[in-house]
Nanobody
Framework: QVQLVESGGGLVQPGGSLRLSCVAS????????MKWYRQAPEKERELVAG??????NYADSVKGRFTISRDNAKNMVYLQMNSLKPEDTAVYYC?????????WGKGTLVTVSS
């Protein structure tokens, strides 16, 4: 059974940091591109960052502030978020992507507010 479980969300003040984690099971983790998406209220879901091997990519809105990483031995993917802004408030989703299939977690809420 495929599972992606996110954790680490919460309430943080502007300028603060959070580290999101996602643990995967039920598929060959190392073969998948791992991505973080987010969906703010009344907005479409958007790609935040992706990683395969040592290659990473980021949305322009988070470049220089967010860092995606993965640990294939632990089936984990992380999103370190620094210098958070109110506009980063969203539900953040972990996603595993391959040519033939993709899987989603249920999300973790990040709220940036003073």
């Amino acid at each position: 059974q495929v599972q992606l479980v996110e954790s680490g969300g919460g309430l943080v003040q502007p300028g603060g940091s959070l580290r999101l984690s996602c643990v995967a099971s039920g598929f060959t983790f190392s073969s998948y591109v791992m991505k973080w998406y987010r969906q703010a209220p009344e907005k479409e879901r958007e790609l935040v960052a992706g990683i395969i091997g040592s290659f990473t990519n980021y949305a322009d809105s988070v470049k220089g502030r967010f860092t995606i990483s993965r640990d294939n031995a632990k089936n984990m993917v992380y999103l370190q978020m620094n210098s958070l802004k109110p506009e980063d408030t969203a539900v953040y989703y972990c996603m595993a992507d391959s040519r033939y299939s993709h899987y989603w977690g249920k999300g973790t809420l990040v709220t940036v507010s003073s």
